[in-house]
């Protein structure tokens, strides 16, 4: 996939916001002409997440492109991602706009997919996003938050961000990895139950 679009190559960047989902769909198929392009769709602070169709129609075509980042920008959305590709990347790095995708193409929808559904249930990488659900990404990727988590999530990356704090301290001060696990378990206990192991927990990844 591409690792984000930031304004600057290897500038870092974050956003969080709710999501905003749409579905689209092989050509010929979905809400029809009369709909209104979809990149309309954005609502400032939000994020839009895109599950694009498999097979031929989103393999070899990307929906997003450098004219949908500047309309998004114009908007106020914080960000885009898309389960299929994008185009364009270079405009989209230009926009400023962060985006992620599983890979980029040069062909854009025209007789590949339409949109299909807006701010309804849609999957990526086997995980569910419902409109309004809280997105976090950065250039390494994506994760989706149930609102109803969201104060439990929060609590539990404040207790990692202690432990990663507490791991660089002692591997600073030279102790070996071994003994700055160590010293994590007896303070806070055992730093890798911290989250729940789900290896579908990412909504696009760099592996």
């Known amino acids: ?26 050509y010929g198929g979905g809400l029809g002409p009369r709909m209104k392009p979809f990149v309309e769709y954005n609502e400032a602070g939000k994020i839009m997440v895109i599950e694009t169709p ?69 999957t990526i990488n086997g995980v569910m996003v419902r409109p309004d659900d809280v997105v976090l990404a950065d250039a390494h990727g994506a994760v989706v938050v149930r609102q109803q988590r969201l104060e439990k999530v929060i609590e539990m990356c404040e207790l990692r961000v202690q432990q990663k704090k507490l ?8 102790k070996t990895m071994g003994d700055a696990i160590e010293h994590v378990k007896r303070k806070f206990g055992d730093p890798y139950d911290t989250f729940e192991r789900n290896p579908r927990s990412t909504l696009v990844s760099t592996t």
Request: glycine fraction near 14%; include cysteine.
């Open 1 to 26: 996939m591409v690792p984000g679009t930031p304004t600057e190559p290897g500038k870092p960047w974050n956003i969080c916001g709710e999501a905003v989902t749409i579905r689209m769909c092989p």
């Open 167 to 174: 791991v660089r301290k002692d591997i600073e001060n030279r």
């Open 54 to 122: 498999d097979g031929q129609s989103g393999k070899y075509s990307a929906c997003w492109g450098g004219i949908e980042s500047l309309r998004a920008k114009i908007i106020g959305a914080q960000g885009v991602i898309v389960s299929g590709n994008m185009r364009e990347v270079d405009d989209c790095r230009e926009v400023g706009l962060p985006v992620l995708s599983r890979g980029v193409a040069a062909l854009g929808t025209k007789q590949f997919m339409r949109l299909g559904k807006v701010n309804e249930l849609i």
